[in-house]
């Protein structure tokens, strides 16, 4: 059975395509990467994928008018509460699809129609296969879209009997964190040591409970504020979450992002170190196979 790791945060810009990429590279092509921040994808710049297969995702539906039936009456408008209609307009991006006027028009003339929500991409790698997507824009179903980037990988998984799949999870506590959520075996918070990541980690995990979803914390840049990350560790004691590291701030992650490369083709660096020792705790929680699991010197630079 295929098991698999999200990683994810209460808001976007803490980590989680680094440690994602990381963890991509230390699975040595046993793991399927998934991105499922699909609101604001960035693992692609890190994967440099190879687009094999494409594929459009038709998932969000539109109101479509046949202007010949229309008698411009103008109860389309009095019913939609998103502002999107009226007799002589419609507006694309504010329509949610929700067809209630579709339902009150006296002509029939409306229809609702399925329109290009997202493109999603399964690609291969230097470290594996990788399925993303490129949403549409001004398109809102990211939880949708979110469910059919975890199919793809699963099925890609199952195909290429891969051991795991590593996601690259929505920040917050939305729809598509939700999407990225449910039914994966272990969820891998990322919190950065501030006020807010306190509380976002707080938010998150209460959504991880709801969900039955084993979580771990890993405090980023923990060393920004040191009395921040004890408390997270506090926190995390008295919740009896198991914490699976504290990486320190260092600027080789930007750089290494910048370079597109994952924080191990870098020089040897604390924060390749750090993540290998995160790894083994993954690895042995999840129970995966011995050769998922890398050590320090076991990781060289390209
Ligand atoms: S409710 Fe139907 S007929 Fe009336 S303005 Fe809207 S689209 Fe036209
Ligand atoms: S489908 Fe819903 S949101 Fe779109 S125009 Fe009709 S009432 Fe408004």
């Not at 750089?255 to 191990?264: D, L, M, P």
């Amino acid at each position: 059975m295929v098991k698999q790791l999200t990683i994810i945060s209460g808001k976007g810009g803490t980590g989680k395509t680094t440690i994602s990429a990381a963890f991509a590279y230390l699975a040595k092509g046993r793991a399927v990467l998934a991105d499922a921040d699909v609101d604001a994808p960035d693992l692609h710049l890190i994967m440099q994928p190879t687009v094999e297969k494409e594929e459009e995702l038709y998932i969000s539906q539109k109101a479509v008018r046949n202007e010949d039936l229309c008698t411009r009456c103008n109860i389309c408008q009095q019913v939609c509460r998103f502002d999107a209609i009226s007799a002589y307009d419609f507006s694309y991006y504010k329509c949610e699809g929700c067809g209630l006027c579709v339902y009150a028009c006296p002509e029939r003339a409306l229809t609702l129609e399925k329109v290009l929500s997202a493109k999603a991409f399964q690609s291969t790698t230097r470290f594996g296969p990788f399925v993303h997507a490129e949403m549409t824009i001004g398109e809102g179903s990211s939880g949708r879209i979110v469910d059919e980037i975890r199919k793809q990988a699963r099925e890609v998984a199952e195909k290429e009997e891969k051991e795991l799949i590593v996601i690259d999870g929505s920040p917050g506590i939305g729809c598509p964190v939700i999407a990225s959520l449910t039914g994966v075996d272990l969820a891998l918070i990322v919190v950065e040591p501030t006020l807010s990541g306190i509380h976002d980690l707080e938010r998150v995990l209460a959504v991880a409970q709801h969900f039955n979803t084993k979580a771990m914390v890993c405090i980023n840049k923990y060393d920004l504020n040191l009395e921040n990350s004890n408390q997270i560790e506090q926190f995390c004691k008295e919740n009896n979450i198991p914490l699976a590291g504290k990486i320190p701030f260092n600027e080789i992650v930007p750089n290494s992002i910048i370079a597109g490369k994952s924080i191990f083709e870098m020089p040897p660096n604390p924060i390749a170190d750090e993540l290998v020792t995160i790894w083994g705790k993954i690895v042995a929680l999840l129970e995966l196979e011995k050769e998922t699991t890398a050590t320090k010197t076991q990781y060289s630079v390209r």
